[in-house]
T-cell receptor, first 115, second 114 residues
């Protein structure tokens, strides 16, 4: 069964500090992995996508890593800001099934940045 | 600005009542999707559509129905057969299904039972 596990479930950090969120998956075969940011009461917004051949990708203060061998990804946030408070969702795209390329969503990590 | 518009933001359903959630996109995307989000759970796919007049069941389609009469619109009806409809419903679209392009999401409709 395809699964995406995220840790920690929730996290509180002080403004200006760094943090790292984890994503482990069992989706196979693997196509790509995407990190989304979801503000409370809003829809998710894509931060970055990782394909099989990519190890690291940055988007401003966000840096994602992927280890396809161990099926792990991380999202590192540098110099956190209050606006980073949100849920961060890891989504893995897997195999084609009857013409549909499956997406498996993690439950998300809720990040609170405190002043 | 291009995007996805969901309405209403909040919706209340009475016992035995069907309700329809609206989803409109002006991104010229072919594929559209409906997801359900419950506290502490990942998004679950209800229905998806790859082209006009065609749609497929997702993982939790029971108690829901959709239509795709126009490329821009993909309304979701929550029927009385859905016994636990309280949730946050998200509509999304993408250029084509299965590509590396991200799904663009609306800002959701929160459905509650009266």
């Amino acid at each position: 069964k395809n699964q995406v596990e995220q840790s920690p479930q929730s996290l509180i950090i002080l403004e200006g500090k760094n943090c790292t969120l984890q994503c482990n998956y069992t989706v196979s075969p693997f196509s790509n992995l995407r990190w989304y940011k979801q503000d409370t009461g809003r829809g998710p917004v894509s931060l970055t996508i990782m394909t099989f051949s990519e190890n690291t990708k940055s988007n401003g203060r966000y840096t994602a890593t992927l280890d396809a061998d161990t099926k792990q990804s991380s999202l590192h946030i540098t110099a956190s800001q209050l606006s980073d408070s949100a849920s961060y969702i890891c989504v893995v795209r897997g195999s084609m099934n009857s013409g549909y390329s499956t997406l498996t969503f993690g439950k998300g990590t809720m990040l609170l940045v405190s002043p | 600005d291009g995007g996805i518009t969901q309405s209403p933001k909040y919706l209340f359903r009475k016992e035995g009542q069907n309700v329809t959630l609206s989803c409109e996109q002006n991104l010229n995307h072919d594929a559209m999707y409906w997801y359900r989000q419950d506290p502490g759970q990942g998004l679950r796919l209800i229905y998806y559509s790859q082209i006009v007049n065609d749609f497929q069941k997702g993982d939790i389609a029971e108690g829901y129905s959709v239509s795709r009469e126009k490329k821009e619109s993909f309304p979701l009806t929550v029927t009385s057969a859905q016994k636990n409809p309280t949730a946050f419903y998200l509509c999304a679209s993408s250029p084509i299904q299965g590509s590396n392009q991200p799904q663009h999401f609306g800002d959701g409709t929160r459905l509650s039972i009266l």
